[in-house]
């Protein structure tokens, strides 16, 4: 068969995943030491090349789960990275995915034999490629949808305190919020249900554990809101 564009020069398709989780330790983001050259044995994002059956998408929910053997998590597409020298070993266009995983969900047999683990957020070691970046602009766009959808379901347990929520988003911004006026906000949405179960791990007094209304989150989502700390 003769190729109809003889001329051009062949171009590498590759996708990386941001993978982002919550515990109490803060914010973090999944990273492995690559087993491969180029810089084999450095700390970097997951990610692969593009099939040739797959699509980009397809190729990014392919690694998610060869990294954590979930499906069917929360994951869009961020940013095009496609400086000439990004790679020095070829030409390669890096298509960068965000996802939101519950660590508590996440699997640990897969991280070992993977040589991965989770860094704090603003404790990252030395990244390849623009791999830094991406995580930059994968945050950036976080701090974005915080403002129209309340971010929980994919970092959170189903069942979560007021003040590990604040954490949430004291993390994701990386700054400290007005606890009390993010309370009345967040409650005034009618978006969280109360429990009749309390935490007492840090208390003995304890805090209520609350619970997301999807039915009442999926109605916000439709209609649009904005919600500013």
């Keep these: 068969m003769v190729p109809f564009y003889p001329e051009e020069s062949k171009i590498y398709v590759a996708v990386d995943c941001i993978i982002f989780g919550f515990d109490n330790d803060g914010l973090k ?10 810089f084999k044995g450095k700390w970097s994002l997951m990610g692969g090349f593009v099939a040739t059956y797959e699509s980009i998408d397809d190729a ?49 047999d897969l991280n070992k034999s993977m040589g991965a683990s989770w860094w704090r957020i603003n404790e990252l070691p030395e990244l390849i490629f623009d791999h830094r970046q991406m995580i930059e602009k994968a945050l950036n766009r976080l701090r974005e949808r915080c403002k129209n959808r309340p971010i929980g379901f994919e970092l959170l347990p189903e069942k979560f305190t007021l003040p590990r929520l604040i ?11 007005d606890k009390r006026n993010f309370r009345k906000k967040i409650l005034s949405m009618n978006l969280l249900k109360r429990l009749d179960e309390k935490d007492k791990s840090t208390s003995k007094r ?24």
């Design 206 to 229: 304890g805090a209520f554990l609350y619970r997301f209304d999807k039915k009442k989150y999926n109605k916000l989502i439709e209609k649009g809101f904005h919600f500013e700390l």
């Design 60 to 108: 990014a929910r392919r690694v998610l789960y060869e990294c954590s053997g979930l499906h069917d998590v929360f994951m869009e597409q961020i940013y095009a990275f496609g400086d000439v020298n990004r790679d020095p070993e070829s030409r390669v266009v890096s298509i960068a995915y965000s996802a939101l995983i519950n660590i508590e969900n996440y699997n640990n």
């Design 167 to 177: 954490k949430l988003y004291e993390e994701i911004y990386q700054k400290k919020i």
């Design 29 to 38: 983001v999944l990273l492995y030491k690559r087993s491969f050259e180029p």
